[in-house]
T-cell receptor, first 115, second 114 residues
Framework: DVKVTQSSRYLVKRTGEKVFLECVQD?????MFWYRQDPGLGLRLIYF???????EKGDIPEGYSVSREKKERFSLILESASTNQTSMYLC??????????????FGQGTRLTVV | KNQVEQSPQSLIILEGKNCTLQ??????????LRWYKQDTGRGPVSLTI?????NTKSNGRYTATLDADTKQSSLHITASQLSDSASYIC?????????????FGAGTRLAVHP
């Protein structure tokens, strides 16, 4: 089974702090994604990566950056956390973007609260 | 605009009853449609996938339908169980520029009561 693991289930950070959210997948997937999930809005794509050291902006990249130094690890960075970044963050991975029916596998989520 | 709309927003049913969740989409070009189940505090897990040529697909007590002409899908849950309490998310994949982009609906929150 594919396993996508996020480093923390719950985080509480102060406004202005630099925050790192880590994600690791164990199935050698090329593609990795970071989403945030807010009530009534569905999942929104922040950033994705289709290869090591490659990254692409999603729909809401402002205030975030990412790092992918190794194939299995994709990090989301909040350079200066703000209260409007309080949300559930979900990491996902998939095998190959070129495969039409490829499935995205999700981690368990990190609920981040910025105070 | 590529959008996925789900209804109802929330639903409460009694254990053992059936229910149907709706998904309408305006995504183009269409690649496939998945229904995901998301338990509280967990990440989404895929239930079914449907491509353009498929009308119906079942996974145990879950049956998904797709009408590609009207751009509508439904998820029917038969003989509901307490463990079916979760959010159900409709996700439409748009294949463009060599990769799939996933468009998520906001989800339907289902509560099954004893």
């Amino acid at each position: 089974d594919v396993k996508v693991t996020q480093s923390s289930r719950y985080l509480v950070k102060r406004t202005g702090e630099k925050v790192f959210l880590e994600c690791v997948q164990d199935m050698d997937h090329e593609n990795m994604f970071w989403y945030r999930q807010d009530p009534g809005l569905g999942l929104r794509l922040i950033y994705f990566s289709y290869d090591v050291k490659m990254k692409e902006k999603g729909d809401i990249p402002e205030g975030y950056s990412v790092s992918r130094e190794k194939k299995e690890r994709f990090s989301l960075i909040l350079e200066s956390a703000s209260t409007n970044q309080t949300s559930m963050y979900l990491c996902a991975s998939s095998l190959d973007q070129g495969v039409v029916n490829t499935e995205a596998f999700f981690g368990q989520g990190t609920r981040l609260t910025v105070v | 605009k590529n959008q996925v709309e789900q209804s109802p927003q929330s639903l409460i049913i009694l254990e053992g009853k059936n229910c149907t969740l709706q998904c309408n989409y305006t995504v183009s070009p269409f690649s496939n449609l998945r229904w995901y189940k998301q338990d509280t505090g967990r990440g989404p897990v895929s239930l079914t996938i449907m491509t353009f040529s498929e009308n119906t697909k079942s996974n145990g007590r879950y049956t998904a339908t797709l009408d590609a002409d009207t751009k509508q899908s439904s998820l029917h849950i038969t003989a509901s169980q307490l463990s079916d309490s979760a959010s159900y998310i409709c996700v439409v994949s748009r294949f463009s520029g060599g990769y799939n982009k996933l468009i998520f609906g906001a989800g339907t929150r289902l509560a099954v009561h004893p």
